[in-house]
């Protein structure tokens, strides 16, 4: 069965500082990979999506960037954080061409 | 811009009660919609309807699709203290990529 892997579970990181999150799938090839933010609030906000290594596509303008460097890892980054990049950070795949979407446990990130 | 929308926000029933939530959806060539239930951490699939599968069930959780009102009901029967959560409802449209455009949610909570 597939399983997805997300850490850390929990972060908390100062302004200016830099980020990685770590997401990686087992029991699947070639999935489809998504990072999702959800702010206290508000619905699930797409960042990323990769349809294969080294192809990402960005959905909004950040200071965030995503890279797959295998075919079941997505990894999600930052420079400098941000206030406002405050957040639960949920990667997500699916099978090439499907719609249904399993999660990740969620990262759940505070800027200070 | 595809739009999703959930009605109501939230919700307080007793156990034992029905309720039924709410999604309408504006999209372009929409393909799938899709239930989400999130409690505290990351979403868990529920239903996914298409054209050529507009209706679901599962146990006490029902789900049919209007496409020609451009809406979605999820019923859930004989409420427990367990379907305590947030509802999210999606939607796929056919851009290729196969992203997913969520809702904001219907936080249900259900009191014995």
Redesign the interface.
Known sequence: SQTIHQWPATLVQPVGSPLSLECTVEGTSNP?L?WYRQAA????Q?LF?S?GIGQI?S?VPQNLSASRPQDRQFILSSKKLLLSDSGFY?CAW?VL??????????TRLTVT | EDKVVQSPLSLVVHEGDTVTLNCSYEVTNFRSLLWYKQEKKAPTFLFMLTSSGIEKKSGRLSSILDKKELFSILNITATQTGDSAVYLCAVGSGAGSYQLTFGKGTKLSVIP
Do not use: D
């Open positions: 489809n998504y609030g508000r619905g699930l797409l999506y349809v596509s959905e949920l699916s061409n499907g719609y249904e979407q399993y999660f990740g446990p969620g």
